[in-house]
């Protein structure tokens, strides 16, 4: 008599390969994000551009796109992401490539339904999570954009400064400082 454990009825399981494919696109999302602040430099010039970016794609994955639009920072916080008025139709989900190859070896369509919604299920928490703990909303963060080269001598990178010498008033200390920085 053969005894098959879970391990081998897991590996012949097709279900099991569409999960593998759908973590390896999610996975794929996350990455540049990643890769970029695990560098040494410094980044923070860039930190809220790239948090809004990585949240606005994976709400895209499964958000109408009028729900999320070019919103950003706070606005983008406020996005019901969890109101099934603002999804996709389940088959317009973004799941990846190889996700939907492999989805098509799946004979059931009921089981396939199942499977979809599990993975809007799993970029809903996502969202929640990185919604919960990246600091979208903190006004300290967006300011310093201001660092970055190009924001420097723009109104909006003037007015960031402004900002941020009011923020940080422990080093500020007075006014006369804040208008040191602003001539320079």
């Known amino acids: ?11 012949v399981d097709k279900a099991t390969i569409v999960n ?3 973590v390896a696109f999610l996975a794929s999302s996350l990455t540049p ?3 970029l602040f695990q ?5 923070i010039h860039v ?10 794609t994976l709400m895209l994955l499964f958000l109408k796109v009028d729900t999320v639009g070019a919103k950003e920072g706070s606005a983008l916080m406020a996005v019901k992401y969890d109101d099934d008025a603002n999804w996709l139709q389940l088959k ?7 996700t939907i190859a492999a989805l098509s070896a799946i004979v059931n369509e009921e089981e396939k339904k199942k499977i979809c919604q ?10 929640s999570y ?3 703990r990246l600091p979208l909303s903190n006004p300290v963060i967006r300011d310093m954009q201001c660092l970055h080269p190009m924001m420097r001598k723009s109104e909006q990178g003037k007015a960031a400064i402004n900002r941020l010498c009011i923020y940080l008033t422990k080093v500020t200390k007075n006014d006369s400082f804040i208008d040191q920085v602003n001539a320079e």
Do not use: D, W
């Open 118 to 127: 599990s993975f809007r299920s799993c970029l809903i928490a996502t969202v």
């Open 1 to 11: 008599m053969i005894v098959i454990n879970e391990y081998e009825t897991a590996l």
């Open 130 to 132: 990185i919604q919960r």
């Open 20 to 22: 593998l494919h759908f």
């Open 47 to 56: 930190l809220y551009e790239k948090v809004n970016e990585l949240v606005r």
């Open 33 to 35: 994000f990643l890769k």
């Open 39 to 43: 560098t040494s430099e410094p980044l």
């Open 92 to 98: 317009s989900v973004s799941l990846g490539a190889g």
